[in-house]
């Protein structure tokens, strides 16, 4: 491994066809597939909480994010931009559903109102 702070310059400098990953996971293949879930919301209060995402393909194979460790904070038409990570890839989504929670056990229980979102693979820009 390299660290943080030059492992990108180590590559360029070596022109390696080396691809970087943002997380790694604890199985083979260890690679993460990471994804840029970019989110506009409509409540008009403010949110602070967590997003988990889950993906599914058109044969009904469904694979859940893995939690983010910072909260995020929602207002009224701001985007927010969330780097997910999944174990496994999925080609072709046919459904997107997203569990807002903010990890508490006592309080009121909130609604995340999506204005607009947009889901890009980091791993496959093209999709």
């Known amino acids: 491994g390299y660290h943080a702070d030059r492992w990108k310059k180590w590559l360029k400098a070596n022109n390696s066809p080396t691809k970087a990953y943002f997380d790694t996971s604890d199985q083979d293949p260890f690679c993460m597939y990471n994804y840029l879930l970019d989110i506009t919301t409509w409540n008009k209060s403010n949110r602070r909480g967590f997003i988990k995402v889950k993906i599914t393909d058109h044969a009904g ?54 204005l607009q979102m947009t889901l890009k693979s980091l791993n496959n820009p093209e999709r």
């Open 61 to 114: 194979n469904t694979i859940e994010s893995e939690t983010n460790s910072e909260a995020s904070t929602f207002q009224q038409y701001k985007r927010v931009k969330i780097l997910t990570g999944f174990y496994q890839d999925i080609e072709k989504i046919s459904k997107i559903s997203l569990t807002f929670s903010t990890k508490t056990l006592i309080g009121p229980k909130h609604k995340l109102r999506i």
